[in-house]
T-cell receptor
Framework: EDQVTQSPEALRLQEGESSSLNCSYTVSGLRGLFWYRQDPGKGPEFLFTLYSAGEEKEKERLKATLTKKESFLHITAPKPEDSATYLCAVAGTGGSYIPTFGRGTSLIVHP | NAGVTQTPKFQVLKTGQSMTLQCAQDMNHNSMYWYRQDPGMGLRLIYYSASEGTTDKGEVPNGYNVSRLNKREFSLRLESAAPSQTSVYFC????????????FGDGTRLSIL
């Protein structure tokens, strides 16, 4: 069974204070690891897909990295508009192709 | 593009009432999904449809039924609503390959009194 654990559950940063969110996972084989952003009252919005260890993807102030056991979402010099809940999901090669979601990290960036 | 559209956005029901949540996607995706999201529980899969004409149970299917009406539309029905079904319901779609991301609607907020 695929498992995903995200930490921390909540994170408060000052504007400009860089940090990282963690997604630890267990799968029999990785089809893909996905990062989403969810704003209050909205559905999750796709950010990145990572497929193999060592892969990195960037978008503005966000950078996602992947190892065989975990993924990090690095946030560089965050702004208040980066405040959201960030969700991680993994799809494994065993059984169903459907991704398993973590419970998310709630990020608040104070001006 | 509209992406994934869910209706209604909000609904209040009384215990025992029935209702259908509607979902439509315009991305020509094969797979569609229904999730519920509760505080502290994350997204939990209720039902999914890998392709038109097929449906399968997810993690929490009890109390729900689904219909894949055509490739675009996937509905979720509560036959006899219970307070435990108060939640935010999200519909999503994707290609049925596991290496492609899901695209989500903005949810239906359902309260059952």
């Amino acid at each position: 069974e695929d498992q995903v654990t995200q930490s921390p559950e909540a994170l408060r940063l000052q504007e400009g204070e860089s940090s990282s969110l963690n997604c630890s996972y267990t799968v029999s084989g990785l089809r893909g690891l996905f990062w989403y952003r969810q704003d209050p009252g909205k559905g999750p919005e796709f950010l990145f897909t990572l497929y193999s260890a060592g892969e990195e993807k960037e978008k503005e102030r966000l950078k996602a990295t992947l190892t065989k056991k975990e993924s990090f979402l690095h946030i560089t010099a965050p702004k208040p508009e980066d405040s959201a809940t960030y969700l991680c999901a993994v799809a494994g090669t065993g059984g169903s192709y459907i991704p398993t979601f973590g419970r998310g990290t709630s990020l608040i960036v104070h001006p | 593009n509209a992406g994934v559209t869910q209706t209604p956005k909000f609904q209040v029901l009384k215990t025992g009432q029935s209702m259908t949540l509607q979902c439509a996607q315009d991305m020509n995706h094969n797979s569609m999904y229904w999730y519920r999201q509760d505080p502290g529980m994350g997204l939990r899969l209720i039902y999914y449809s890998a392709s038109e004409g097929t449906t399968d149970k997810g993690e929490v299917p009890n109390g729900y039924n689904v219909s894949r009406l055509n490739k675009r539309e996937f509905s979720l029905r509560l036959e006899s609503a219970a307070p435990s079904q108060t939640s935010v319901y999200f519909c999503a779609s994707s290609e049925a390959r596991g290496d492609q991301p899901q695209h989500f609607g903005d949810g239906t907020r359902l309260s059952i009194l």
